[in-house]
């Protein structure tokens, strides 16, 4: 039986623009939204505080299970607090990004973090963003996106976020991470990052957000 609660699932690989994307659009419907990148980052940033190996599946498992997670949508960014401490910042670091991408390979966090997923499904409806959310967390979603981009766009992208922050990267660096990652999130045995077979693609390279936006709101309201 399909749920009938809406979602809208937004998957796509690293830099693509899912996260902003998804969030605006959310806020533009009034729906819920959902960061699933932000429950990997800090299930392995819940884990790097508590000394536990990334190779130590089981204690990993247990950190998907016990790390307390929360967002904070009424602030003029989305907060993520990490077993109540504000981890907002420390999620975005490649580090954390690193971290994420190694345990989401790990089919039993996967498995710890799926039902806790699902529960953001919530009326008036939900704005999922992910690598698997149209594919495995939200198979009956109505309406599913894909975005890609260039690699060099969305190391682009992610340098000038970086920057702004004042973070110091280089954009050769970000782009050899960013290639890595999406070769890890495409070959990892489970829920390999793929857009979902009914899923519209809308390649972001050289379009503003609010081009975007305005093509995922007009897609949805054609559904």
């Given at each position: 039986m399909t749920d009938p609660i809406p979602v809208l699932t937004i998957d796509g690989p690293s830099g693509s623009g899912k996260g902003t994307i998804s969030r605006l659009v959310a806020q533009r419907l009034g729906w819920h939204y959902l960061d699933s990148g932000a429950l990997y980052r800090?299930?392995?940033?819940?884990?790097?505080?508590?000394?536990?190996?990334?190779?130590?599946?089981?204690?990993?498992?247990?950190?998907?299970?016990?790390?307390?997670?929360?967002?904070?949508?009424?602030?003029?960014?989305?907060?993520?607090?990490?077993?109540?401490?504000?981890?907002?910042?420390?999620?975005?670091?490649?580090?954390?990004g690193a971290a994420a991408s190694a345990i989401a390979a790990i089919p039993e966090v996967r498995a710890a973090l799926k039902d806790r997923q699902r529960q953001f499904r919530q009326?008036?409806?939900?704005?999922?963003?992910?690598?698997?959310?149209?594919?495995?967390?939200?198979?009956?979603?109505?309406?599913?996106?894909?975005?890609?981009?260039?690699?060099?766009?969305?190391?682009?992208?992610?340098?000038?976020?970086?920057?702004?922050?004042?973070?110091?990267?280089?954009?050769?660096?970000?782009?050899?991470e960013i290639l890595a990652r999406d070769?890890?999130?495409?070959?990892?045995?489970?829920?390999?990052?793929?857009?979902?077979?009914?899923a519209v693609r809308i390649d972001t390279t050289g379009l503003g957000i609010e081009a975007v936006v305005e093509q995922v709101l007009a897609l949805l309201s054609s559904r």
């Open positions: 800090a299930v392995g940033l819940a884990a790097g505080w508590e000394g536990v190996d990334l190779d130590d599946h089981a204690a990993l498992v247990r950190c998907a299970f016990d790390t307390r997670i929360e967002f904070r949508e009424d602030e003029p960014e989305l907060r993520v607090l990490v077993n109540g401490l504000d981890a907002t910042d420390e999620l975005r670091t490649e580090t954390a009326l008036p409806g939900l704005v999922a963003d992910g690598r698997d959310m149209g594919t495995v967390i939200f198979p009956d979603a109505p309406c599913k996106v894909f975005l890609t981009a260039s690699a060099d766009e969305r190391a682009e992208r992610r340098y000038k976020q970086l920057m702004e922050k004042g973070v110091s990267v280089t954009l050769a660096g970000l782009l050899r070769a890890r999130d495409a070959q990892r045995a489970v829920a390999p990052l793929r857009p979902a077979d009914d």
